[in-house]
């Protein structure tokens, strides 16, 4: 579209510039910078009170930013009210109609705007079908649906009005374990198959990185980092990301030299991932609990340590070792052998490429990161 | 298995208390004021001839086409007073429901704070706002208007009266009505395309209907019995069944035909009301499912 008024970049599904939200003074979101290419499902991650809900409103038209411009399919949305977004949105709490039936929350949009009686009844009972809501239920209100069925409703709801962009506010938040998952799985093939870009925002890391093709931390306001899931995982820009993703082993760098880097707890690493000079004092490295093997005397990146706790997690069974002076490692075991119990003795070894060298400090004005 | 108050007959006990209040207060004096509208009125001396039995009080009543009037003017009264009150309550509770919470906590305290004064200040200080001299004609005479509106001892004043000391309690109702409406709704419907116009119309409407109807049955059975605004504010003509009462009964020195214009009047309540219960399930389908778990 090249009518003035058009984001410059047109082709993304969704552009923020540079959104900032204060609220009373205080800001709540601060140069917030992101494009989300079209049909793509994209998570947003982050600690309640860092901002995801704001973020989800002011997409939405719910909230006005105090700086910056959004864009919704190359269009300059900025300054347009709701109604006038076409964006899809499924409420945490679902927030379906109480007076009307099922259908009648699904007919919503399409009233609005003005469908056709006919065409309206068969796009409504056409999504209702896909999401699989049974011709029993859709003639009911929603107090008398189950919170699956009425995510399902939601879901139809917000994708029936075929909206440029589907933002989803913890959707899965308030349904038990099973049927979270069972969900998740749905919402994922769901998405593939209507192509509908997506914004969807949690503090579930596991949903997170399950669902999104490309994944952004936000934190006290700021998106700390965007990329592909596994990327984040592996290669966290700061502690705080590391910390946020999973169980992360932070390990601050005493010295460095040609001969190898040493740990506090003295640690001493030969084989790295990057060239010595590249390690400075008072970094950190990163190693994943899974990164870790069981090692022998001698190997090169290898210590002696001895198991503090030992947990049965299910599928992982991971192990507390005491490995220096104040240091403590989280290593998940292989399954295989039987796990060592506490107070064993035992060697771990780390293999370069599951060590990542954090490039950044936590931004300035962060909490200690999660807990 | 015996439920534990088969066992114990002693539990009713705890009945007594709620029942002879209601004995004592309800439906004594009810009984009461049943057996006084059919003794035979008074002659010179006393209230009623004590020990007669008559339905003449009633029979009177009904041929009387005064008492017509009477009775015609306090349905339209009532229902023209209910109508006006719901109009205005629910414009105002839905800007007091707009407002900030500091703002909201403000006014609303400012709806309630004349009910805190007594009915009769507040009807003497309408009585001055209202009258020839007073600053509503002051104000249109201002605005241009050549002399003083009538605006007392006439139906205006009657209504006006009769609407501004029932408003508080509608307002009040309709606010709490107004609070139990997720906000998110309204977000859910702006975001499926409905304007600001459209989400009050398809949402916010219909979820204060329960509301709309409670306050409407509570300022219906004031209205019926409204006495303070058109005594006092309305004139001779503004005459309802309560003003009726006191005239047979404390004027006339008539009290077996005051009682039973009471009578009446206890009687247009309950046919009102089942009436108003009637239309307010119509108008919430019927159904309130969807309210429980509200």
Same mark, same amino acid.
């Given at each position: 579209?090249?009518?003035?008024?058009?984001?410059?970049?047109?082709?993304?599904?969704?552009?923020?510039?540079?959104?900032?939200?204060? !609220?009373?003074?205080?800001?709540?979101?601060?140069?917030?910078?992101?494009?989300?290419?079209?049909?793509?499902?994209?998570?947003?991650?982050?600690?309640?009170?860092?901002?995801?809900?704001?973020?989800?409103?002011?997409?939405?038209?719910?909230?006005?930013?105090?700086?910056? @411009?959004?864009?919704?399919?190359?269009?300059?949305?900025?300054?347009?009210?709701?109604?006038?977004?076409?964006?899809?949105?499924?409420?945490?709490?679902?927030?379906?109609?109480?007076?009307?039936?099922?259908?009648?929350?699904?007919?919503?949009?399409?009233?609005?705007?003005?469908?056709? #009686? @006919?065409?309206?009844?068969?796009?409504?009972?056409?999504?209702?079908? @896909?999401?699989?809501?049974?011709?029993?239920?859709?003639?009911? #209100?929603?107090?008398?649906?189950?919170?699956?069925?009425?995510?399902?409703?939601?879901?139809?709801?917000?994708?029936?009005?075929?909206?440029?962009?589907?933002?989803?506010?913890?959707?899965?938040?308030?349904?038990?374990?099973?049927?979270?998952?069972?969900?998740?799985?749905?919402?994922?093939?769901?998405?593939? @198959?209507?192509?509908?870009?997506?914004?969807?925002?949690?503090?579930?890391?596991?949903?997170?990185?399950?669902?999104?093709?490309?994944?952004?931390?936000?934190?006290?306001?700021?998106?700390?980092?965007?990329?592909?899931?596994?990327?984040?995982?592996?290669?966290?820009?700061?502690?705080?990301?590391?910390?946020? $993703?999973?169980?992360?082993?932070?390990?601050?760098?005493?010295?460095?030299?040609?001969?190898?880097?040493?740990?506090?707890?003295?640690?001493?690493?030969?084989? /790295?991932?990057?060239?010595?000079?590249?390690?400075?004092?008072?970094?950190?490295?990163?190693?994943?609990?899974?990164?870790?093997?069981?090692?022998?005397?001698?190997?090169?990146?290898?210590?002696?340590?001895?198991?503090?706790?030992?947990? !049965?997690?299910?599928?992982?069974?991971?192990?507390?070792?005491?490995?220096?002076?104040?240091?403590? /490692?989280?290593?998940? *075991?292989?399954?295989?052998?039987?796990?060592?119990?506490?107070?064993?003795?035992?060697?771990?070894?780390?293999?370069?490429?599951?060590?990542?060298?954090?490039?950044?400090?936590?931004?300035?004005?962060?909490?200690?990161?999660?807990? | &298995?015996?439920?534990?108050?088969?066992?114990?007959?002693?539990?009713?006990?705890?009945?007594?208390?709620?029942?002879?209040?209601?004995?004592?207060?309800?439906?004594?004096? &009810?009984?009461?004021?049943?057996?006084?509208?059919?003794?035979?009125?008074? =002659?010179?001396?006393?209230?009623?001839?004590?020990?007669?039995?008559?339905?003449?009080?009633?029979?009177?009543?009904?041929?009387? =086409?005064?008492?017509?009037?009477?009775?015609?003017?306090?349905?339209?009264?009532?229902?023209?007073?209910?109508?006006?009150?719901?109009?205005?309550?629910?414009?105002?509770?839905?800007?007091?429901?707009?407002?900030?919470?500091?703002?909201?906590?403000?006014?609303?305290?400012?709806?309630?704070?004349?009910?805190?004064?007594?009915?009769?200040?507040?009807?003497?200080?309408?009585?001055?706002?209202?009258?020839?001299?007073?600053?509503?004609?002051?104000?249109?005479?201002?605005?241009?208007?050549?002399?003083?509106?009538?605006?007392?001892?006439?139906?205006?004043?009657?209504?006006?009266?009769?609407?501004?000391?029932?408003?508080?309690?509608?307002?009040?109702?309709?606010?709490?009505?107004?609070?139990?409406?997720?906000?998110?709704?309204?977000?859910?419907?702006?975001?499926?395309?409905?304007?600001?116009?459209?989400?009050?119309?398809?949402?916010?409407?219909?979820?204060?209907?329960?509301?709309?109807?409670?306050?409407?049955? /509570?300022?219906?059975? *004031?209205?019926?019995?409204?006495?303070?605004?058109? $005594?006092?504010?309305?004139?001779?003509?503004?005459?309802?069944?309560?003003?009726?009462?006191?005239?047979?009964?404390?004027?006339?020195?008539?009290?077996?035909?005051?009682?039973?214009?009471?009578?009446?009047?206890?009687?247009?309540?309950?046919?009102?009301?089942?009436? *108003?219960?009637? /239309?307010?399930?119509?108008?919430?389908?019927?159904?309130?499912? *969807?309210?429980?778990?509200?």
């Amino acid at each position: 579209m090249g009518e003035p008024g058009t984001v410059p970049c047109a082709g993304a599904a969704l552009e923020l510039e540079g959104v900032g939200f204060a !609220f009373g003074g205080a800001p709540v979101l601060s140069g917030v910078s992101l494009r989300v290419e079209p049909g793509s499902f994209f998570s947003l991650l982050g600690p309640s009170g860092g901002g995801k809900t704001t973020l989800l409103r002011l997409v939405g038209g719910y909230l006005a930013p105090s700086a910056g @411009r959004l864009g919704i399919g190359g269009r300059d949305v900025t300054d347009l009210p709701p109604e006038r977004r076409n964006v899809g949105m499924v409420f945490q709490n679902y927030a379906l109609f109480p007076h009307l039936s099922a259908r009648g929350n699904v007919a919503f949009g399409l009233e609005m705007r003005q469908v056709p #009686r @006919r065409e309206r009844g068969r796009r409504v009972e056409a999504m209702l079908d @896909r999401v699989g809501l049974t011709a029993a239920e859709r003639d009911r #209100r929603p107090s008398r649906l189950s919170g699956g069925q009425q995510q399902r409703v939601a879901l139809a709801r917000a994708l029936v009005i075929e909206p440029a962009l589907l933002l989803l506010d913890e959707p899965l938040a308030n349904l038990d374990r099973q049927l979270r998952e069972q969900l998740r799985g749905e919402l994922k093939a769901l998405q593939r @198959r209507t192509e509908v870009t997506t914004l969807f925002v949690t503090h579930d890391r596991e949903e997170a990185l399950l669902l999104a093709d490309r994944v952004g931390i936000l934190a006290a306001g700021r998106l700390l980092q965007v990329g592909e899931p596994r990327d984040v995982y592996h290669r966290p820009r700061c502690p705080f990301v590391a910390r946020l $993703l999973g169980d992360a082993n932070l390990l601050p760098i005493a010295s460095a030299g040609p001969d190898g880097v040493f740990l506090a707890g003295g640690l001493r690493l030969t084989r /790295l991932p990057d060239p010595p000079g590249a390690y400075a004092p008072g970094q950190r490295i990163l190693l994943r609990p899974e990164g870790c093997r069981p090692g022998a005397a001698g190997e090169p990146n290898c210590w002696p340590g001895r198991v503090v706790a030992s947990h !049965f997690l299910g599928a992982d069974h991971v192990v507390a070792l005491d490995v220096g002076p104040g240091v403590t /490692l989280r290593m998940r *075991w292989p399954s295989g052998g039987p796990p060592p119990a506490a107070g064993e003795a035992v060697q771990v070894a780390v293999p370069p490429e599951a060590l990542w060298l954090i490039p950044e400090d936590d931004p300035e004005g962060m909490a200690d990161g999660p807990s | &298995m015996v439920p534990p108050e088969r066992r114990n007959p002693w539990h009713l006990l705890l009945l007594v208390p709620a029942v002879l209040l209601l004995a004592v207060f309800f439906a004594g004096p &009810m009984l009461l004021l049943l057996r006084v509208s059919l003794f035979a009125p008074a =002659g010179s001396r006393g209230f009623y001839q004590p020990g007669t039995w008559t339905i003449g009080n009633y029979a009177g009543l009904f041929t009387d =086409g005064y008492f017509r009037e009477v009775l015609t003017f306090t349905l339209l009264f009532a229902a023209g007073v209910t109508l006006l009150v719901l109009v205005v309550a629910y414009l105002l509770a839905l800007f007091i429901h707009s407002l900030p919470p500091r703002q909201k906590a403000l006014a609303l305290a400012a709806v309630v704070l004349p009910k805190l004064a007594s009915m009769l200040v507040a009807v003497c200080g309408l009585q001055a706002l209202l009258s020839g001299a007073g600053p509503v004609n002051e104000l249109l005479l201002a605005l241009g208007r050549a002399g003083p509106v009538q605006l007392t001892r006439n139906l205006a004043g009657a209504v006006i009266g009769e609407t501004y000391l029932l408003l508080p309690y509608a307002v009040l109702l309709l606010v709490v009505a107004l609070g139990r409406i997720d906000p998110a709704l309204l977000a859910a419907a702006r975001g499926l395309g409905a304007s600001p116009w459209g989400a009050f119309r398809r949402v916010t409407l219909p979820l204060s209907l329960p509301g709309l109807a409670a306050a409407g049955q /509570l300022t219906l059975v *004031w209205a019926l019995g409204a006495f303070v605004g058109p $005594l006092l504010l309305g004139g001779p003509e503004e005459t309802t069944l309560a003003v009726e009462v006191h005239r047979q009964a404390v004027e006339n020195n008539r009290w077996p035909a005051g009682a039973a214009v009471a009578v009446v009047l206890i009687a247009a309540f309950v046919l009102t009301l089942t009436a *108003w219960a009637a /239309l307010a399930r119509a108008l919430t389908w019927g159904k309130r499912s *969807w309210k429980a778990d509200a």
